[in-house]
């Protein structure tokens, strides 16, 4: 299997990425993650923006439904006979 590969590569049939890219290292991960000791900064962040955000659109969806109510009352009752 590995002459197969090195024919492919010889002559050119791989892909136009460059060489070897798949085993580069990334410059974003300097250490291995410890997972014994989560970020409870990042955590606490994540959970709070969550909840703040269903908060506002709980609190939205309210004022939204007040606001239907008081358009529906505020319409009345009209001469059609056909609107429900």
Same mark, same amino acid.
């Given at each position: 299997m590995a002459a197969g590969l090195r024919a492919v590569r010889r002559w050119g049939l791989v892909a136009a990425a460059p060489p070897r890219l798949a085993f580069t290292r990334s410059a974003f991960v &300097? +250490? +291995?993650?410890?997972? &014994? @000791?989560?970020?409870? !900064?990042?955590?606490? !962040?994540? =959970?709070?923006?969550?909840? &703040? !955000?269903? &908060? =506002? !659109?709980? +609190? @939205?969806?309210?004022?939204?439904?007040?606001?239907y109510e008081r358009r529906r009352q505020a319409r009345g009752h009209h001469k059609c006979t056909g609107c429900s």
């Open positions: &300097a +250490k +291995k993650e410890n997972n &014994a @000791q989560p970020n409870w !900064l990042g955590v606490g !962040l994540a =959970f709070g923006t969550s909840a &703040a !955000l269903w &908060a =506002f !659109l709980i +609190k @939205q969806h309210d004022e939204d439904v007040v606001e």
